[in-house]
């Protein structure tokens, strides 16, 4: 069973730019395909990115295409979110998952971390 730890939330102007980091620990962490997911205040937890077990292949929504890049280093069990030009709409809780299968829906993934608050001001 693995643990998922974010970091790197925080408050950040629109326009900005932070990176967030998934931490695992407990499990092997290049067995699993990894993914972001963030519920906003009032709002359903939606996805928003996946890597594969390598790295090699990379889905997101359409609402962060060019600007949020996912990314993982599996020497050091961690994954990435690296979110650029922010808009006040990105502003939710952002949660990582671990899960084996392929997809976007929550339910492929079978561990998640806690979440970190990310809120774009305007």
């Known amino acids: 069973q693995v643990q998922l730890v974010e970091s790197g939330g925080g408050l950040v102007q629109a326009g900005g730019s932070v990176r967030l980091s998934c931490a695992a620990s407990?499990?092997?962490?290049?067995?699993?395909?990894m993914g972001w997911f963030r519920q906003a205040p009032g709002k359903e937890r939606e996805f928003v990115a996946a890597i594969n077990r390598i790295g090699s292949i990379t889905d997101c929504t359409d609402s962060v295409k060019g600007r949020f890049t996912i990314s993982r280093d599996n020497a050091k069990s961690t994954m990435y979110l690296q979110m650029n030009s922010l808009k006040p709409e990105d502003t939710a809780v952002y949660y990582c998952a671990a899960g084996s299968g392929r997809g976007r829906a929550s339910q492929l993934f079978d561990y998640w971390g806690h979440g970190t608050q990310v809120t774009v001001s305007s």
């Open positions: 407990g499990g092997t962490f290049s067995s699993y395909r």
